[in-house]
């Protein structure tokens, strides 16, 4: 199932991740889900809540986070497709730690910026069994 998603979203998408590096930015994707796939309609930015100096590599959305990003979503009779981070100087692939944290069904949205400027963006969802991450197509629309 694709991800469909505006240029004019994905680069606000990259700007965030621009903005943070060499931080590893973070934010949920709102949109709806169609028969088709996951139709992205905004992005809502919020803070890496990692803490211990790690927010170059691993991101958290707390509790709270979540509850603050899904009522924003009801707000605007969206929901929570799923969310996006960046891996500052890294490949566009889920680490482990990504792995070990990812909920099933949400899409994650990864951009790998390399020296400021991203690289790759990729869309990855959990396998039914939790095993490993399957990669889902991004669809670009244009507008
Ligand atoms: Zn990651």
Do not use: M
């Given at each position: 199932m694709p991800v469909y998603i505006s240029n004019?979203i994905l680069?606000?998408i990259?700007?965030?991740?621009?903005?943070?590096?060499?931080?590893?930015?973070?934010?949920?994707l709102?949109?709806?889900?169609?028969?088709?796939g996951k139709d992205v309609?905004?992005?809502?930015?919020?803070?890496?809540?990692?803490?211990?100096?790690?927010?170059?590599?691993?991101?958290?959305?707390?509790?709270?986070?979540?509850?603050?990003?899904?009522?924003?979503?009801?707000?605007?009779?969206?929901?929570?497709?799923g969310?996006y981070?960046?891996?500052?100087?890294?490949?566009a692939?889920?680490?482990?730690?990504?792995?070990?944290?990812?909920?099933?069904?949400?899409s994650y949205i990864i951009a790998?910026?390399?020296?400021?400027?991203?690289?790759t963006v990729t869309s990855w969802v959990?396998?039914?069994?939790?095993?490993?991450?399957?990669k889902e197509d991004i669809v670009l629309d244009?507008?």
């Open positions: 004019a680069k606000k990259k700007q965030h991740a621009e903005g943070i590096y060499p931080n590893e930015c973070c934010g949920f709102l949109g709806r889900q169609n028969g088709n309609a905004d992005i809502l930015p919020v803070d890496n809540e990692s803490e211990g100096g790690e927010q170059y590599h691993r991101f958290v959305i707390t509790p709270q986070t979540y509850l603050k990003g899904d009522r924003q979503a009801s707000r605007r009779q969206l929901d929570i497709l969310f981070h960046s891996h500052p100087d890294e490949e692939r889920p680490s482990q730690y990504d792995l070990d944290h990812a909920w099933p069904w949400y790998s910026v390399i020296n400021k400027v991203t690289n959990l396998k039914e069994d939790r095993s490993e991450f399957l244009g507008k």
